[in-house]
């Protein structure tokens, strides 16, 4: 069975922190897919990145960078500098690489950045 | 700008109405997928499809619940009779799935649906 735990449920920062929300993951795939989701105040879902498990660079966009860990099951997303508008609920999620693939998502990290 | 859309975006109705919700998914696509979201359960998988074919309903209330997809451009979930617990943000995602590699999920903007 899949299971994705984000066990931060709400987090605020002043606004120009670092914020790094935390995302752990159980699966029995070997190969396998994780993503992370944006769900803004205007409720829509946004894709941000997707990660292979057989790659586990750290990736940098801008102000988000994302910390993949095989070793210990975790894909942290880190938000620099973080501002207003990144106030959102973050998902984090996973998909198994079989023929169905079925998507597992967390409960998501409510992120409230303050001015 | 290739997305996902979703009619109505709000939605109320009296409990034992039938709701019938619609999604476009993006142009190539051959993944869909249907989630409701609530505050209690958080993302839901109700339905998946693949190629319009579906793949997994297990997800969803057979009793009340049937999603379809007439052709590659429609989607829809339907309720019937709907009940107030049913209110829920119901959000179509598409993808492009093909041997060998996996499909990343773009989601439509949602339906919030008031059952009163």
């Known amino acids: 069975a899949q299971k994705v735990t984000q066990a931060q449920t709400e987090i605020s920062v002043v606004e120009k922190e670092d914020v790094t929300l935390d995302c752990v993951y159980e699966?029995?795939?070997?190969?396998?897919?994780l993503f992370w989701y944006k769900q803004p105040p205007s409720g829509e879902l946004v894709f941000l990145i997707r990660?292979?498990?057989?790659?586990?660079q750290n990736e940098i966009s801008g102000r988000y960078s994302w910390n993949f860990q095989k070793s210990t099951s975790s894909f942290n997303f880190t938000i620099t500098a973080s501002q207003v508008v990144d106030s959102a609920v973050y998902f984090c999620?996973?998909?198994?690489?079989?023929?169905?693939?079925?998507?597992?998502f967390g409960i998501g990290t409510k992120l409230q950045v303050i001015p | 700008d290739a997305r996902v859309t979703q009619t109505p975006r709000h939605k109320v109705t009296e409990m034992g109405q039938e709701v019938t919700m619609r999604c476009q998914p993006i142009?190539?696509?051959?993944?869909v997928f249907w989630y409701r979201q609530t505050m209690m359960q958080g993302l839901e998988l109700l339905a998946y499809?693949?190629?319009?074919?579906?793949?997994?309903d297990s997800g969803m209330p057979k009793d009340r619940f049937s999603a379809e997809m007439p052709d590659a451009t429609l989607a829809t979930l339907k309720i019937q009779p709907s009940e107030p617990r049913d209110s829920a943000v119901y959000f179509c995602?598409?993808?492009?799935?093909?041997?060998?590699?996996?499909?990343?999920?773009?989601f439509g903007p949602g339906t919030r649906l008031t059952v009163l």
């Open positions: 990660r292979n498990s057989f790659d586990e």
């Open positions: 999620a996973l998909m198994n690489s079989g023929g169905y693939q079925k998507v597992t």
């Open positions: 499809f693949r190629n319009r074919a579906p793949l997994d």
């Open positions: 995602a598409s993808g492009l799935r093909s041997s060998g590699s996996t499909d990343t999920q773009y």
């Open positions: 699966t029995r795939d070997t190969t396998y897919y």
């Open positions: 142009l190539g696509h051959n993944t």
